[in-house]
Each structure stands twice: as C-alpha cells, then as structure tokens.
C-alpha cells in the first residue's frame, strides 16, 4: 500500500501532474529564500491571528516567533500562515456571529495546506473555540497557543481587571457614584498590558477549557502574555508539533471525547467560568459528534464548588491564577471526580500530568475543597415556558435574593429600543420589574454580549444594583448579575420569548431551575398566531448564518458543519 504523502508532498496542487507539482511548490519556496536541504521536514503550520485590529492579540508575532524557533529546533519547518482575526470589541454587530467564519477558515486552510501538524495562536475571546472546531473538523494533529492574558491594573490603590471592572466603573458612573474624571483616569489603567482580558471571562475561560480538552500543554492557559514564560511556552509548542507532524497523532478530534468534554465542563464549573463557554463547548463537541447535555451540565455544577477565586466571582487575575499553580493545580483538586486516562497533546494522559505537576499551590486563589469561593453551581441550567431549550444563569454572580423572584415584565424590541428607552425617565419600570430583550439571539441578531442590560438610569441612580434580566443574548464572560441568557428557542425562531407582553408575570425559580412564563395556553395560542418572524438579511455571509445558524443549545454553530 503507498505511503500516504508527507509534508510539502501533501495537498499538491491538482496540475494533473504531482512531480510537476511538487517541483514547482519547491521553486516558490526557493523564491522566498527556502533551501532545498529543508524541504524534506516534518511541516508544521502556524495559524496566527494576529492584527493590529485585535489588541489581545499585540503579542502575537513574539509567539509565533518563539513557536518558529521551537519547530526549527527540533528539525521541523515552520509556516505561518493568517487567518481571519476577532477581537470582541472590533466586531459588529456581533464577535459571535463571526466565530463560525474563523472556524471556517481554519477549517479549509488546514485542509489545503501541506501542514503536518498546526499550532494555532489566539486567545481573544471566540480564537480558540472557533480555532479548535476548524482543526476538530478537519482533524489535524493540532496544539493550542493562546497569547495569554494581561497583567493586572491599579487606580487609586485599586487593583482593577478587564472587563469586570470596566463594567462595574461604568455601571458607578451611569449611577452618578464616578464622576468622569475618575473614569478617564481609570480607562487607562483597566488594561496595563497586551493580552486577553486578566478575569475568569471567556478567554481565560476558554484557554483553561482548550488545556483541559488537551490541546494546550500543561500550565500553558495562564502564563501572562508578557512574561519571558510565554515565549518559552511557545518554544516548548513548536517542538511539541513536530513530534506530532512526525507521529501523526493524535489529532485534534481524538482529543474530545465524552470523556475529556466532561472533564471540561466540570472545570468550568469550578472555573466559576463563562457562560460563553457553554456555547463553544457545544459547537467544539458537534464537531467531534459528541453531545454536550445542558442537564448534566447543572448536575455537575450542583455537586461541583467554585475553587478559583478570580474575578467576575471571586477578587484575583489571572496572573494570580498562574503563580498559585495554575489550572493543573486546580485539576489536581478535583481529581477525584476527573477521567485520568484522557489523553492530551502533550502525549502524556491528564493523570500523568498531574502526577508531575509542582505540589505546591497557593490556596488563598486556588482554594481547597474544603473552603469553596462558592458552594457549588456556578451555571445553573434553567427551562420551563419560558425557556423550553434552556436558558443559562451565572448563579455564582447572581444576587441571592433574586433567585427566585416573580414579576411582571418589561420587554425591549431589540437593541435599538432598548438603548432608546431604557434611560427614559418615563420608563414604567421599578427594582421588582423583569427586564426583557428579545431579538438578539442567532438569528435575530448575531447573539450579541447585550444580555446583562443595564439598568435604568433612574433606578441605577436611586441605588438599584441589580435586577432580574432575561434575553436571548449572551453577555460578558466578565459580566454579572442576575442575568438569565442564551434563551431557547430564540425570539426570531419563534420562540416563546416573542410572546411576552409588558405586564406579564414571569417567574424564576432557580432552586427548581425553572423560568416560565405565567400566562394562560389560550392566550398564548392567539399571540402564536399572529407571530410573524423578522426578516433575513438578503445576501452574503450574514444570509448564510440567519439560514443555516443553529440555537445556543446546539453552539451556535452552522447545521451543515456538526459531525454526524
Ligand atoms: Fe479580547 Fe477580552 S476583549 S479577551
């Protein structure tokens, strides 16, 4: 049987002639100043994101430069190539409605480049699980390098963190407790370094999730952007990669498993991490035709507490996450409940990892079981009329007297009525209300972070920290509240979130994980019946998304690219 072909004999360019092809892929590379004693190498390639439109992504070129040296080390060769880049607030109207874009054009470049292996750089918030749904697909042998977050900020003997804390000054401002000096001075400081935001949001998150799935090697999530470590990491990475382009293994779908996604979720319960992550998970699972099960996610999170003292949940950043152990620390704490035998990239199986991970751990970030930020349920799945597919509740950055709440509602028409309407002093609103927005899920509008609204002016002005809030949206991984998200089915799919009218009751019951809607089936009924569902945009790539887009339950990722 031949030999499947190697490295730049790979993917030849289809003349009707391969030796043709191949002489003339290496006279191109001889053009760019290539030697021919090289061209017999494992190839590995290098997905960067790197643009000047991407901040957390400023470090980009040092990785990638590390990730080269380590490829050339141990006699590989090294490509780098680009793909699109996302940066959350580069992204209109929505960073979500692009991921499946990125993934798609991981996805066809990993399958028309003559790459061995990839290493695929990102970080910002939808890089890595757009990157890994590409490689699950096309199912490469694949590692992770994620730029790695910023360095904490300090105001006014404060220290301060993206995006929590650019949040919470905003909220104090529009309560009239910061004044716009203060704020000024403060914008300058939230973000003191490159990286990706320095809080438990969803690029923290999902860098710990992608180690934890075993494409990142062990420690790699939290290492600060800008310390000297990252770049080491990043020779350790390409190194690693050519191992995997020699061996061909193991590839990027091997690596999610039943077994690895239940890893995942469970520490993205005690991650405290970012709904987004639910998300992602789901849409990096359906590419590997596995099945992430909302209900089994709250069960985990029922019986799984919150060790990561870090912020939206907790007070520290990343970069104490990192010198207190790292997440192999925190797995460590939770080994009990983990399936050790799951492989990683790194060629070792998570118990083997964590059996040489350093001992030491600092407990006051990475606290014992015993001492939990939170006793458990991080993310709380919620369904009832409201929300038939499920619904997502931060719990963990929730306020407690609002977890179970009934009231009547008060429901924005989109993003565009509410930003009209929600500082009106007129607005018939008070602290007991139940704010809703509808018409920003998927398809409505690309799923933008609009799901923690803010709240109104007069209310924020007379004290009014938080309120009931439910959307089809998603909000913030850095974000709080007590928000309910990522309703299902949404609002332009007919979901019955169309149906509520201002005044309607709805109650929330998250001891039950419930949220329903207390209106009569009758009446329901002669909404449904005069429903009619927005209009699509017309053309491009926004018609393939509003068409082809599945609901939060299934990832949001495209129905004719889930694995079968
Ligand atoms: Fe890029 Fe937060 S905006 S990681």
């Known amino acids: 049987m031949p030999k499947s072909p190697r490295g730049l004999s790979r993917r030849l360019t289809r003349y009707g002639d391969d030796r043709f092809a191949r002489f003339l892929r290496e006279a191109f590379l001889q053009s760019a100043g290539l030697s021919p004693a090289s061209f017999d190498r494992p190839v590995v390639g290098i997905a960067s994101t790197g643009s000047d439109f991407n901040p957390c992504h400023a470090t980009a070129p040092a990785l990638v430069e590390a990730i080269r040296r380590g490829v050339t080390m141990a006699g590989g060769l090294p490509f780098t190539f680009p793909t699109i880049s996302i940066h959350e607030s580069f992204a209109h109207p929505s960073s979500l409605l692009l991921r499946n874009l990125l993934a ?164 993205l319960q005690t991650l405290g991490g970012s709904t987004n992550a639910l998300i992602h998970l789901a849409a990096i699972a359906g590419r590997a035709g596995v099945t992430l099960d909302l209900d089994e996610v709250d069960r985990v999170g029922r019986a799984t507490p919150v060790l990561a003292d870090l912020k939206p949940i907790g007070a520290g950043f990343m970069e104490d996450f990192h010198h207190g152990g790292g997440l192999p620390a925190l797995m460590r704490r939770l080994s009990a409940s983990l399936d050790l035998t799951v492989s990683a990239a790194s060629g070792q199986t998570l118990g083997e990892v964590l059996e040489g991970w350093p001992g030491w751990t600092d407990a006051r970030v990475i606290r014992p079981l015993s001492e939990p930020v939170a006793p458990g349920e991080a993310l709380a799945i919620l369904r009832g009329s409201l929300a038939p597919d499920g619904a997502v509740l931060k719990r963990a950055a929730a306020s407690g007297a609002l977890l179970q709440h009934e009231a009547p509602a008060l429901v924005f028409e989109g993003l565009d009525d509410m930003m009209a309407r929600i500082d009106d002093p007129a607005l018939p609103v008070t602290p007991d209300h139940v704010l809703v927005l509808r018409g920003a899920g998927p398809i409505g509008a690309g799923m933008p972070e609009a799901g923690s609204i803010p709240i109104p002016a007069k209310l924020a002005r007379a004290g009014v920290k938080d309120m009931v809030r439910i959307s089809d949206a998603r909000m913030s991984g850095t974000a709080y509240g007590t928000v309910i998200l990522h309703v299902a089915p949404e609002a332009a799919a007919g979901g019955p979130l169309a149906l509520v009218q201002d005044g309607d009751r709805i109650r929330l019951d998250t001891d039950g994980r419930r949220l329903d809607l207390l209106v009569a089936d009758e009446e329901l009924t002669r909404r449904r019946a005069g429903f009619r569902p927005a209009s699509v945009p017309t053309r491009g790539y926004a018609r393939l998304h509003a068409e082809h887009v599945l609901q939060a339950d299934r990832g949001c990722d495209f129905d004719f690219l889930v694995s079968d």
């Not at 923290?204 to 000297?228: D, K, N, R, Y």
Request: hydrophobic share 45%.
């Open 104 to 267: 798609m054009d991981t996805e066809e470049m990993l399958r028309a480049l003559p790459l061995d292996a990839v290493v695929l750089v990102g970080g910002c918030d939808k890089t890595l699980p757009a990157q890994i749904m590409g490689a699950v697909s096309a199912d490469v042998p694949a590692l992770v390098a994620p730029v790695g977050p910023m360095m904490a900020g300090w105001d006014q003997g404060e220290r301060l963190g993206a995006c929590t804390d650019c949040r919470r000054l905003w909220a104090g401002h529009r309560a009239g407790e910061i004044d716009a000096a203060r704020l000024a001075r403060a914008q300058g400081h939230l973000m003191p370094t490159h990286g990706t935001c320095m809080v438990m949001g969803t690029a923290s998150t999902m860098a710990c999730l992608a180690e934890t799935l075993g494409f990142v090697l062990p420690g790699g999530s939290s290492i600060p952007a800008v310390h000297s470590e990252r770049l080491r990491f990043g020779e350790d990475t390409g190194r690693r990669a050519v191992a995997m382009a020699t061996q061909a293994a193991p590839t990027a779908r091997s690596l999610v498993t039943a077994a690895s996604l239940a890893n995942a979720v469970r520490v």
